[in-house]
């Protein structure tokens, strides 16, 4: 196990590397080159050689990929354009918002699309079938922000069940500890804090969970029916075996491999596609902060939030590889 975390850790670099040279080549293309896109276009010629020498954009290419390496090593992913502060703080701010949403609506979406897939497919052709699938085409059918638009006005707005945007009540009595507010109420034991924050996270994570559990129900679905016309489940229920270790040990152990690898990819998918989602509900988190970067072409932001999201699917991969080891033994001898 030790060996294969150390491997995908390696395996971290050269992707790393590969990816700055693209977002490298991708900032030296831009219309004008990198001074001009951040001045704007009513830069003088004056402004945009000053900006260059301050930035050593008038360096050979090889140094000035050295220095973007150097700075990327120092976390210096520059300043961004909106509010004049440091990218990588902007990030640490508003990182903990878009995890615990993401985390929050993978946690829906498995708790509610694996249950929910596996019971279609030992019950097939039933209505909680027809049911389940037709549910599922219509998740995977209805955009994001039109679904978040809606929960946000029935249940929001006309009920009042739930808080109609932000992250917490403001005013409520909270002290921040980690930046992730249900995390925080647990650490200090504010209850009544936590539970608030649970309470805003609810409709934007409906919302957002909406694609990756139609994704899950599908996906069980069809992993169990392929494991249930396996030779080996018929001849354990031929042998007589009890029937939960049939489905617990042969039938959803076995159908969990390809749920896995699909639950790892949507909470990568997840993270870089709250931005939607964050800026119906004015949740604060980097989504939202993206949005905004992308509107006025704020570069560094960019930057940093591609970094993020490749550094995000690495580590998620990981964690499926670890996943797969203690699913499948199989694995752990190869």
Request: hydrophobic share 55%; charged share 15%.
């Amino acid at each position: 196990m030790l060996r294969l975390v150390v491997r995908r850790l390696l395996q971290l670099i050269p992707t790393l590397l590969g990816l700055s040279v693209l977002l490298f080549v991708w900032l030296n293309r831009l219309p004008g080159g990198p001074a001009a896109a951040m001045l704007g276009e009513r830069a003088t010629e004056a402004d945009r050689i000053r900006i260059e020498a301050a930035l050593g954009l008038d360096q050979p290419l090889y140094v000035q990929y050295g220095r973007f390496i150097k700075r990327l090593f120092e976390l210096d992913l520059g300043t961004s354009s909106q509010t004049g502060q440091p990218v990588w703080e902007e990030f640490t701010q508003r990182f903990p918002a878009t995890v615990e949403l993401a985390l929050f609506a993978i946690l829906i979406a498995v708790a509610v699309g694996i249950p929910l897939g596996y019971f279609a497919a030992r019950r097939r052709g039933s209505w909680l079938d027809v049911a389940a699938v037709s549910g599922s085409l219509l998740g995977i059918c209805i955009p994001v922000f039109f679904l978040a638009f809606l929960l946000r006005a029935v249940f929001a707005v006309q009920l009042g069940w739930f808080p109609s945007f932000g992250r917490q009540t403001t005013g409520i009595n909270a002290t921040e500890v980690t930046g992730f507010f249900v995390l925080d109420g647990v650490l200090t034991g504010e209850w009544d804090a936590s539970w608030d924050a649970v309470m805003h996270l609810i409709l934007p994570a409906l919302a957002l969970a909406s694609i990756p559990l139609a994704t899950i129900v599908r996906m069980t679905r069809a992993s169990v029916l392929e494991v249930l016309g396996e030779d080996y489940v018929r001849t354990a229920e031929s042998k007589g075996l009890d029937r939960r270790v049939i489905r617990g040990r042969h039938v959803l152990r076995n159908a969990m491999l390809p749920v896995v690898t699909a639950v790892g990819l949507l909470t990568g998918s997840l993270l870089s596609g709250a931005v939607l989602t964050e800026s119906v509900f004015a949740f604060g988190g980097i989504g939202s902060f993206l949005r905004t970067a992308i509107d006025g072409r704020d570069y560094p932001v960019l930057v940093g939030f591609i970094l993020f999201i490749a550094l995000t699917y690495v580590i998620i991969n990981l964690l499926v590889d670890l996943a797969y080891n203690l699913i499948d033994p199989r694995v752990r001898v190869h």
